[in-house]
């Protein structure tokens, strides 16, 4: 297969924390990959170097260059609640704005954009809250709404940061049914989550890291692991 992103040796410090060790892994087109670990294991500042928003303190970052040059890698934070909070903003507004990217020039929308965004809304099931405020929603419905955003522009990749932490479980695994779905549809996925016992069914490769990596292979691999076992034994005992 096609290998999109490549990490190489990377390492990252924050001021004198050192937050992230010798991590390499490669994610390869149609990868639907679930990062892993515990509370303060670097994941979110994993996502934040792939994103660009942090520079690695050693190491290599390389993604495929037509991924960058089309944009077609789109991102999805856990700030369901934050984002939007106080801001009068409707659900097609929100969408919509996923247009943003790919339109050259002065950002017009027209009648074919709101078009797509409807369409988009029906995808999710969520056509009848599309003039509801933002503000008003619940987590499921922002998330969804948050994840439309992103899908509007046809990305190549997603990138998800905790998307069902605010989420209650029944929505939780209906949330993965749709990932799931659009990675089938040949969208490259990227996911970090701490929902093990659901994630597991969907993705085909985990990257679990404590500041380093201790595991990254095919699911099925790591679902015979000691390092499997011990994380099911600990959440049991």
Do not use: W
Request: no cysteine.
């Amino acid at each position: 297969m096609n290998k999109i992103i490549e990490i190489k040796n990377l390492s990252y410090q924050k001021e004198k924390n050192q937050i992230l060790t010798d991590i390499s892994f490669d994610v390869e087109a149609g990868d639907f990959l679930g990062i892993i670990g515990p509370n303060g294991s670097g994941k979110t500042s994993l996502i934040k170097l792939l994103l660009g928003i942090n520079s690695p303190s050693f190491g290599q970052i390389n993604i495929d260059k037509d991924y960058l040059k089309d944009k077609s890698i789109s991102f999805v934070s856990q700030q369901v609640y934050s984002e939007y909070k106080h801001f009068p903003i409707t659900v097609l507004e929100v969408v919509r704005m996923g247009l943003f990217a790919k339109k050259p020039g002065l950002k017009f929308f027209n009648k074919e954009d709101d078009q797509q965004v409807y369409a988009m809304l029906e995808k999710l099931n969520i056509e009848n809250l599309a003039h509801s405020q933002m503000t008003r929603l619940s987590g499921g419905e922002r998330q969804r709404v948050l994840l439309g955003r992103s899908l509007i522009s046809n990305p190549k990749v997603i990138i998800l940061d905790e998307p069902t932490s605010a989420l209650d479980p029944e929505f939780r695994e209906e949330f993965y049914k749709i990932i799931k779905e659009i990675n089938q549809l040949g969208v490259t996925i990227i996911i970090v989550s701490h929902d093990l016992g659901v994630l597991e069914a969907y993705v085909n490769k985990i990257l679990y890291i404590d500041q380093s990596v201790k595991f990254f292979g095919k699911t099925s691999d790591y679902n015979n692991s000691q390092l499997y076992t011990n994380e099911v034994g600990d959440k049991h005992a």
